[in-house]
Structure formats: structure tokens, C-alpha cells
């Protein structure tokens, strides 16, 4: 009996696309003629096509994120979209727009389109609605942010080593005044950066000054009113350790429309985006985390517990992350 992969091979397109064109998606019209051709020709039976309803599987799996025009949250998509379309799996991806309670809404849409499993960012170090889609047997992987006291798969950066790194070489540079953009007290992420600062802080022995520190959303408008704060204070920050891209971007523009020269007036270490750094003079020092492969590990899990394999669970994986230093951070000594 001829299979997916039989159709894919015969009308030169990959299985992704054919199981998107057997569950109804619109592709390019001529893969569709394509792999009707090829169905027609293989003789791909009624029966096959009808799988899903057999299986009680949709081939379909949902993915919900934050923010969809976040470039984060793009890089992550690729890396998914690409295991998946190597099992023949389609993805619906919403957008909970930083909203805890659009989040729940959209959990019980994909629970309602039976989805086969999900792919989780959270927008709060809250869970209760999670562990609920849980415990209806839906199979459901976090990613960028795990959830305190709930039992789940994540896939995750090591946040806290990226962070002690970045505040490490920081220190190696000769500075003592850092300030740091912390991002949302309620995102697990932003806990586990600021507790690389504050380890780093301790271990060289430098105090811990709560007025550099400021909490903010993970959006450019906070991290331009965060530099704001810490401008405002007598005596600034000599640098400014942002963790995520969108506050890196805030930051900049608040530094220069201030005209503070990055690498002179004042350092700056970003997160997340490499791209930025060659646009724009000096380079931005950044922590550099594999957005791709964060996307890639998270649907290899899901796809593995979509298949029965429930050892080891919850597995969270911390892939990691890397810094690279360039002159945004002014030698003092």
C-alpha cells in the first residue's frame, strides 16, 4: 500500500506540504496538481487519505507565542517548521498578544481543533490552565519559558550562564556601576537572567545596587523607559546589560537620541540578536542563544511524546548559549 512519503517522492514536494494538502491548507497550485498527479498514479487509496480520522490524529499542531512580529519568535518558528514538515506534520501558530487570558482562550481553541499536541511560550510564570490541557491527555511542550511548579516538558537557553557570562566579561572590562534591564518580574526567563547578574555580582564580590536594576515589559517601549530610569539617576550605570532583543532595541534608540555614544559615553551588552550587531556602530556585544534550535529540540519533543515515548518526563533541555564581546563595552582598566 503506497504511504505519504511514497506521494511526496513521486510529485517532488515534501511530505509536509502533502500532509497540508490532505488536511485541506492551501498550497501552491501546482503542488497541488502535483501530488494529486502522483495520488492518481499511485493509486493512494481513500483509506490512507483518511488516516487521521482511523488514528484520531489531525497531523496538525499548535503553537502559541507571545508575539508573532517578534523576530525571536520568527527564528523559532523556522527551526520547528522544519522538523515537523520532516513527519509529515502541519502547524497552526496564534498569537496570545502578552495576555494571559487570550492565552487560555487560545489553548481551548487548539484543544477544540484537536490539535495532537502543542508548543507553549507562556506569557507568565502561571500554570494552573496549563496542567488543566494536561490532564485531558494533550501532550504539550514549553519553550523559551518554563512554568514554577508545573511538571512539563521545555525547551529552553541556559539563561543563568548566559547572563553570568555576559556580567562576567563585563567585569573583566573593568566595570563596577552595572546596571541591568531585568525584564518582567513574572516571566520564569527574566528570573533566571537576573539571577546570572546577581550571581555574578556576588561571586566578585561587587554590592548589589537594587537602583540599577529595572523591571520592565520584554518590549522596546520598556526598555527605552528603563534606560530613562537609570539616566535619570546622579550617577548612571557605566554599562547596561539588557536581556532581550526588544529592550536591546529600546535601548539603543533612548541612548541615542540622548546622544550617548555606545562604547564611549556609555557600554552596552545586548541579548538574543547577532543580526543587530552588524548593523549598527560599534557592534553590540551580545549573549547569542540558537533561536532555530530552540524551535527544532522543542518539536523533536513534542513529536516524541506525540508518538507514546513518555520516559524521562518532564524533560527541559538547556541548550547553550554563547557571548560574543566587542568594543559596546569600554575597557576601563
Do not use: W
Amino acid at each position: 500500500m503506497s504511504t505519504i512519503k511514497d506521494v511526496a517522492k513521486l510529485s517532488g514536494t515534501s511530505v509536509g506540504t502533502v500532509s497540508r494538502y490532505l488536511n485541506g491548507y492551501i498550497i501552491k497550485p501546482v503542488n497541488s496538481e502535483k501530488i494529486e498527479d502522483a495520488i492518481q498514479r499511485l493509486n493512494f487509496s481513500i483509506n490512507s487519505i483518511a488516516r487521521g480520522l482511523k488514528t484520531s490524529k489531525t497531523f496538525t499542531v499548535g503553537v502559541l507565542i507571545p508575539k508573532l512580529s517578534n523576530i525571536f519568535s520568527t527564528h523559532i518558528i523556522e527551526g520547528m517548521e522544519q522538523a515537523f514538515d520532516e513527519v509529515g506534520y502541519s502547524i497552526l501558530v496564534c498569537d496570545s498578544r502578552n495576555c494571559l487570558e487570550k492565552e487560555k482562550e487560545k489553548l481551548r481553541l487548539f484543544r477544540d481543533k484537536l490539535v495532537d499536541g502543542i508548543v507553549l511560550m507562556p506569557v507568565e510564570d502561571s500554570g494552573e490552565h496549563i496542567r488543566q490541557i494536561q490532564e485531558e491527555g494533550m501532550p504539550i511542550v514549553l519553550m523559551d519559558r518554563l512554568v514554577t511548579n508545573l511538571l512539563c516538558d521545555g525547551v529552553v537557553s541556559d539563561n543563568v550562564n548566559g547572563a553570568y557570562q555576559a556580567v562576567e566579561a563585563i567585569i573583566n572590562r573593568g566595570h563596577r556601576r552595572i546596571g541591568m534591564i531585568a525584564g518582567p518580574k513574572n516571566i520564569y526567563t527574566a528570573k533566571e537572567r537576573l539571577e546570572g547578574y546577581l550571581r555574578a555580582l556576588k561571586d566578585y564580590n561587587i554590592e548589589i545596587d537594587d537602583h540599577l536594576i529595572y523591571y520592565s515589559d520584554y518590549t522596546q517601549e520598556g526598555g527605552y523607559l528603563a534606560v530613562g530610569k537609570l539616566y535619570e539617576l546622579n550617577e548612571m550605570p557605566t554599562v547596561i546589560f539588557t536581556s532581550n532583543y526588544e529592550t536591546t532595541i529600546g535601548a539603543i534608540r533612548f541612548l541615542n537620541e540622548h546622544g550617548l555614544a555606545i562604547g564611549e559615553d556609555i557600554s552596552l551588552f545586548g541579548y538574543d540578536q547577532m543580526e543587530l550587531s552588524k548593523i549598527i556602530t560599534p557592534p553590540i556585544s551580545f549573549v547569542v542563544q540558537s533561536m532555530e534550535a530552540i524551535g527544532r529540540k522543542a518539536a523533536e519533543t513534542l513529536i516524541s511524546r506525540m508518538k507514546g515515548d513518555q520516559s524521562g518526563f518532564p524533560m527541559v533541555s538547556r541548550l547553550k548559549t554563547e557571548i560574543i564581546v566587542t568594543d559596546s563595552v569600554k575597557k576601563l582598566c
